[in-house]
Structures are given as structure tokens and as C-alpha cells.
């Protein structure tokens, strides 16, 4: 019985090897490449990471608020 289950499993594997054209559908629906000159790359550059410190700041204004709300708590539960 464990031999024919394995032989099952081989066959399904060996059919969805066969099955690549699926995948030529999927390139043709792309973009097609775009050379980008120096200055556009160094404008995607700045503007990623404009975006990354502006994240941060947002986490960093996060974590700020959390640490006071735990310090006030504290607070009360030292007096206390």
C-alpha cells in the first residue's frame, strides 16, 4: 500500500513539473524594463529613504508615548 501512495505522490509532482506555461503568462503581463538614468535613480534613492526616516519618526513618537504612560504608572504605583 505505501508504494502505490509514493507512486501517486511521484506522478503528481512530475505533472506540475510540466506545467511552465503558467508561469510565461505571468511575464508577459509585466512592465516592460525601463533604463533609468543616474539622477532618477538617486531621486528613488532619497525619496525611499525620506520615507524610511519618516516611519521611524512615527515609531519613535509611538514608543515615546508608550514609555510615558509607563512612567506615569509608575509613578502611581511607587506612591502608593
Do not use: N, Y
Request: glycine content about 4%.
Amino acid at each position: 500500500m505505501t508504494a502505490a501512495k509514493s507512486t501517486d505522490q511521484g506522478s503528481s509532482r512530475s505533472s506540475s513539473t510540466t506545467t511552465p506555461p503558467a508561469a510565461s503568462t505571468a511575464q508577459s503581463g509585466r512592465k516592460p524594463w525601463k533604463k533609468k538614468s543616474p539622477a532618477e535613480i538617486f531621486a528613488g534613492q532619497v525619496d525611499r529613504l525620506r520615507e524610511e526616516v519618516q516611519r521611524k519618526e512615527e515609531d519613535l513618537k509611538q514608543a515615546k508615548r508608550q514609555l510615558q504612560k509607563l512612567e506615569e504608572a509608575r509613578k502611581v504605583l511607587e506612591s502608593a
